[in-house]
């Protein structure tokens, strides 16, 4: 049946008095009809409201269901409910279905940045770690370097000594042998200092084993600095001693964190673009609602493309 | 239209009315028409909630233990850092103790020389007095430095920094638990996302996000339990203090208990690549190559494939005589870590010994190129040599050398070779290790000499070296018999000849020797050439026996050499003389064993 008004006004009352005045009879049936229209809207918009669940679909349930119901109302006999379907109860929308998918990358997108900020928090941690662990190693080879280097230098000093002595005293017998002193009491010395000389070289050469000759220069002098240098070198070649690299990734990675959390509050940000339409536009119908709706999805959606962007940035070019 | 019949229609339409709402569901109190979804989601999200609330315990007590973990190792490194420095400080004073106890003793035997009994005697009675002020003359230690330096810090600090390492391991296992567990929950809130926008479709689309949520929530919940159930690593103490004491014991040279240690360590912890990697090197040590190789593998597949556990490994292989296996093992340790030099010439002595000669021509003057760059750089201020790096060069020749001996028919015991079948083409193999010998003794002397590979060749020429002693140097007498010169160690021209009687010429001498005399003729020297006399003993430098000097004698005569042998240990003496950085002649003796 014709739809002859779709704004849902009053069906022709049947208990309007005809001529035979029978009003009477059927005025119970009179508020039915008008009774339907709420009852059949609200029970479309009921039919609705459990399959939206959520904001946008039920806000486009009200207007469907006052049609179904204004059809059904006028409706008078088979086909109002095939009536009622085709009158747009589960009328597929579109927009609705785009922002559904929208929220869905959102959801999706948040849980993934929020995991790789908390996975960045998490390492620039164990960063800081290895690089206090490389602190300690580090400061433990300079000690023990410089506490043998310095043994080693101490040695070479008695070293130095004795090799001093007896050279000395080897001019002391050079004088005597040459003829240079002629004093008999020091002459008759010669033995002593021959000896005394010889035990002095001894010593020296015993106290080369409590030192590295091989850093001994061509001057005749200790070289504490390359023996020190070659210590640590070699230690760096099997123990991290490099505690500033760590602690730059520590930071980096820190800092990756935090960007992270910027992308997800422009996430957000999207997220409200997507929901706030539907709040907004309660009550309005079809192009009017589209209005609002468009608008904010767009900027949803650019937030959205800005926020993933910037987290790919961050994630594979820092 | 009669009432009655308008009455029909109103039925019809109150009748079709009630059909639709039955149909399509909702309308004022429609419990019964409510579809089955709307009545689980509920439950479903509330579960999921239930699901998180244990992931997220989980994850929590996984961070705890990880924290934990991270805390103690930490602990223990600092530890045993300030333990090995306050023990090492206690083994510096021994070794000073020692030396002061050594000039007493040189004094005391002066004096005893000299016929100065009393001054003998208080000399001696001083140098036991002062090597009482320290454990390490004193029983259990009587003097043996590595035992005591094992005893008062080596033992425990390894076990603290095995402790540790331990720690850090599974402070690594929890905090990748942790990841994971976040990992879960982030998935999980996707599920949850999922159920949620299943509410706003409906028929295909619903059933599809509940049954990509559900699956989801599946595999995750298979995933927790899995990872619940994953052991953490296990390290028993037993098992460290195990392999504590077997350092201990390696520290000490005796590998025969130290590989026993290992081993005990290894059956508490049989994932325990430390200790595998130990057990390596003690097999080697005892010359158990095919033991030490499959030790090395194991330590690899136990996770340490590390450049220096590679290292190892190709110098066992190479010593078996599997050469290809050891290239190729070298190549593996050098893709790890490029900057280890002693490997490129273990690499290059694989290749010479496989018969493959033009390439390890190839590998040797690369390597030498290196090394003249790294010098070269270090001079100018760039990155320091490691204190081992002339050994490293010394160490590639000897090995050189001992191949060569090996190949003519006379290795040395205490040499590290391989088996001579195993070496194709023996002669053109001697020939090139020997070539190439001379050039890394000369490399290795010009670089640390002059900074610089060595100038061309000065045309100096040294007849084979004699050795001798006096018998002044075999027997203790009161009669001064020094040289007189001013520097006993200097090179000088011979008071007497080797023909007057004096000396007694040979290649073995008895271990109470003092001195041994090099004596050799020598022509075209440059006077004011630079010189340096190296002596190596069983392979390895004395660097107490390192002589450098400036020659002061003409271009051509006899010359002598004096070599001091007070505090030595028997074994093989080569003596190598360098003229401005070239090797210009060697000769060995033996000190014989008391």
């Known amino acids: 049946m014709e739809n002859h008004d779709p704004a849902g006004s009053a069906p022709a009352d049947p208990a309007a008095p005809g001529p035979g005045g029978h009003a009477a009879d059927h005025a119970p049936h009179g508020p039915e009809a008008p009774a339907h229209g709420p009852e059949a809207g609200h029970g479309a918009a009921a039919d609705h409201a459990p399959a939206a669940g959520h904001g946008a679909a039920a806000d486009h349930a009200p207007a469907a269901g006052h049609g179904a119901a204004a059809d059904h109302a006028t409706a008078a006999g088979h086909g109002a409910a095939a009536d009622h379907a085709a009158a747009g109860g589960h009328h597929s929308d579109p927009l609705k279905t785009v922002l559904s998918l929208l929220m869905a990358i959102v959801v999706v997108s948040g849980a993934v940045i929020t995991w790789r900020s908390t996975l960045d928090g998490e390492e620039a941690l164990r960063e800081d770690t290895l690089g206090l662990t490389a602190t300690v190693q580090a400061q433990g080879v300079q000690a023990q370097a410089n506490a043998t280097v310095y043994n080693h230098y101490e040695a070479y000093t008695g070293y130095l000594q004795h090799q001093e002595v007896g050279r000395l005293l080897g001019q002391a017998v050079t004088a005597i042998l040459s003829g240079t002193v002629t004093d008999p009491a020091v002459q008759a010395q010669l033995p002593t200092l021959q000896q005394d000389r010889t035990d002095q070289y001894e010593i020296a050469n015993t106290a080369r084993s409590f030192f590295n000759p091989r850093y001994l220069t061509a001057a005749g002098s200790y070289d504490t600095k390359a023996e020190l240098a070659g210590t640590l070198a070699a230690a760096a070649q099997g123990t991290d001693l490099q505690p500033a690299r760590h602690f730059e990734e520590a930071d980096k990675l820190r800092g990756k964190s935090t960007d992270f959390l910027w992308a997800l509050l422009i996430l957000g940000g999207a997220l409200l673009c997507y929901t706030l339409p539907g709040a907004l536009s309660a009550g309005a119908e079809g192009a009017q609602a589209r209005r609002l709706q468009i608008p904010f999805m767009v900027l949803g959606l650019l937030l959205t493309l800005v926020a993933i962007g910037d987290a790919l940035r961050i994630e594979l070019l820092t | ?594």
């Open chain 2, 1 to 594: 239209m009669e009432a009655r019949e308008r009455m029909g229609r109103l039925s019809e339409v109150h009748q079709h009315a009630v059909e639709h709402e039955i149909e399509h569901g909702g309308g004022h109190g429609g419990h019964a028409a409510q579809p089955l979804f709307n009545r689980w989601i509920g439950v479903l999200v509330a579960a999921i909630t239930l699901l998180a609330g244990v992931m997220t315990l989980l994850q929590n007590d996984a961070s705890v233990r990880a924290a934990t973990y991270r805390r103690d190792g930490q602990q223990l490194a600092i530890q045993a850092m300030g333990e090995k420095t306050a023990g090492q400080a206690q083994v510096n004073y021994a070794l000073s103790n020692l030396h002061t106890v050594a000039e007493l003793n040189v004094q005391a035997a002066s004096a005893d020389k000299q016929g100065d009994n009393t001054a003998a005697q208080a000399y001696t009675a001083l140098a036991t007095r002062i090597s009482a002020l320290t454990p390490l003359a004193t029983a259990p230690y009587s003097g043996d430095l590595t035992l005591y330096e094992s005893e008062v810090y080596l033992v425990k600090t390894t076990d603290e920094q095995e402790h540790a390492a331990a720690n850090q391991e599974l402070n690594e296992f929890w905090e990748g638990k942790s990841h994971t567990y976040i990992l879960l929950l982030t998935l999980l809130a996707v599920s949850l996302a999922l159920f949620g926008l299943a509410t706003t479709v409906t028929q295909l689309g619903r059933t599809i996000l509940i049954g990509v949520g559900a699956a989801l929530v599946v595999v995750l919940v298979v995933w927790m339990v899995g990872l619940y159930l994953q052991p953490a690593p296990n390290r028993p103490d037993a098992a460290i203090a195990a392999y504590a004491r077997g350092v201990g014991l390696a520290n000490q040279g005796k590998d025969d208990q130290a590989l026993a240690a290992f081993e005990e360590a290894i059956k508490q912890a049989p994932e325990y690549p430390n200790a595998q990697f130990q057990r390596g090197n003690e097999n080697l040590a005892l010359k158990k190559y095919d033991a030490a190789l499959e030790a090395y593998n194991e330590a690899v597949k136990g996770g340490l494939d590390t450049a220096n556990v590679a290292w190892n490994a190709g110098w066992a292989a190479y010593l078996l005589g599997d050469f290809e296996k050891a290239v190729q093992i070298n190549r593996h340790a050098l893709a790890l870590n490029s900057a280890l030099v002693p490997v490129h010439y273990d690499l290059a002595l694989s290749l010479l010994a496989a018969g493959q000669i033009d390439e390890a021509r190839q590998e040797y003057k690369a390597t030498m190129d290196t090394a003249t760059q790294q010098v070269a750089a270090a001079h100018n201020g760039g990155p320091a040599l490691t204190d081992s790096f002339f050994d490293d060069l010394d160490g590639g020749q000897q090995d050189l050398d001992n191949l060569v001996d090996l190949l003519a028919g006379h290795a040395h015991s205490w040499a590290q070779v391989p088996p001579s079948k195993a070496i194709a083409k023996p002669t053109d193999v001697a020939a090139a290790a020997q070539s190439l010998a001379q050039q890394l003794a000369e490399l290795s002397v010009a670089l640390e000499l002059t900074s610089a590979p060595p100038a061309a060749a000065a045309g100096a020429q040294i007849k084979a070296f004699q050795f001798a002693v006096t018998a002044a140097d075999q027997v203790t007498t009161t009669t001064d018999f020094a040289p007189d010169f001013n520097n006993p160690d200097q090179t000088a021209a011979p008071v007497v000849g080797l023909d007057s009687g004096t000396y007694t010429v040979g290649t073995s001498f008895p271990a109470d020797t003092d001195r041994v005399e090099v004596f050799f003729d020598y022509a075209g020297v440059r006077p004011g050439a630079d010189v340096l006399w190296k002596v190596t003993v069983d392979g390895t430098e004395d660097p107490t026996l390192r002589r450098r000097e400036t020659w002061g004698l003409g271009a051509a005569g006899t010359a002598v050499k004096p070599i001091s042998l007070s505090l030595a240990d028997p074994g093989d003496y080569t003596v190598a003389l360098y003229i401005d950085s070239r090797r210009v002649q060697t000769g060995t003796f033996t000190l014989e064993a008391p």
